[in-house]
């Protein structure tokens, strides 16, 4: 089946784009329509280019870490076709209607790419380009990209453990009808400001053309400094955040897990009652 330019153009809502960066909204949704166009009719699956843009990021992090004005810039610009194939393989999806139960791995593992690859590749390149420090120095920006992937990956791990347990909850506790993310849809809540925050200053935002202009400008040392700041102040946040919601939500989980027990306990009373 030959699927046209129109079908992937309509299959995306309008919800959907409202949701993402305006980086992506004004350039990389536009153009990952006739990128979509090769691969659907080739016969790529979603999952596949997922694997492909892991591929691509990792590459485009070896390029930006090697001491070359043209391999920094082929590395800064595989890490914006990176963002375009993260928005090819949702095309694929939507156009061919598929609820892949394996996609959001697939995804993820080409996601975090960006987390882990991509920071310490910007401290390389912050070590080989500054001209702020001496170069005996200059060793301090790899660490300071050693912290701020393992900030960066630490924090989403938190968050994602989170849910895990969360939802894990719920469903011990036979609410399965309300296992949502009702707070991402609230504009007042946190986590709906944190994930606009994000989502524009992070690897789907700002980053793609920073990282263009930190290239041409040799500033990567400015670069890496304030994403170093940014993850490790959001690493924090979430730790805190996450660790008092977790304890609120176990003193209410083992209140209603006690009263379900109660229920049952009084259950059993009545019909061993009525068979008295």
């Known amino acids: 089946m030959k699927y046209t330019y129109k079908q992937i153009k309509d299959s995306l809502t309008k919800k959907k784009n409202s949701r993402s960066s305006l980086w992506i909204q004004l350039w990389v949704r536009k153009f990952s329509f006739p ?9 790529w699956s979603a999952n596949q280019v997922s694997v492909l843009s892991w591929i691509v990021i990792f590459i485009a992090a070896v390029c930006l870490s090697i001491n070359n004005f043209w391999w920094m810039l082929a590395g800064a610009l595989l890490t914006n076709f990176w963002l375009v194939l993260d928005c090819v393989d949702g095309n694929i999806a939507r156009v061919k209607k598929l609820n892949s139960f394996m996609g959001d791995y697939f995804d993820a593992v080409a996601g975090y790419g960006p987390f882990s690859f991509t920071t310490m590749a910007l401290g390389i390149a912050a070590y080989n380009t500054s001209t702020f420090l001496p170069e ?6 790899l660490i300071i990209g050693g912290v701020a992937a393992f900030s960066n990956l630490y924090m989403r791990l938190i968050h994602q453990k989170y849910l895990n347990c969360y939802f894990a909850a719920k469903k011990i506790l036979g609410e399965l009808d309300d296992i949502t993310l009702k707070d991402t849809e609230d504009k007042r809540s946190f986590a709906y400001i944190r994930e606009a925050i994000d989502k524009n200053l992070g690897v789907n935002g700002v980053f793609q053309p920073w990282i263009i202009i930190a290239v041409l400008t040799s500033s990567f040392d400015i670069m890496l400094c304030f994403y170093s700041l940014y993850y490790i102040v959001s690493f924090l946040a979430i730790s805190i955040l996450y660790s008092i919601k977790a304890s609120k939500y176990e003193i209410e989980a083992q209140e209603k897990r006690r009263m379900m027990d109660v229920n049952k306990n009084l259950q059993l009373l009545n019909s061993y009652g009525e068979e008295v």
């Open 136 to 141: 005996e120095y200059r060793c301090i920006f």
């Open 35 to 43: 990128i979509t166009y090769v691969f659907i009719n080739t016969g």
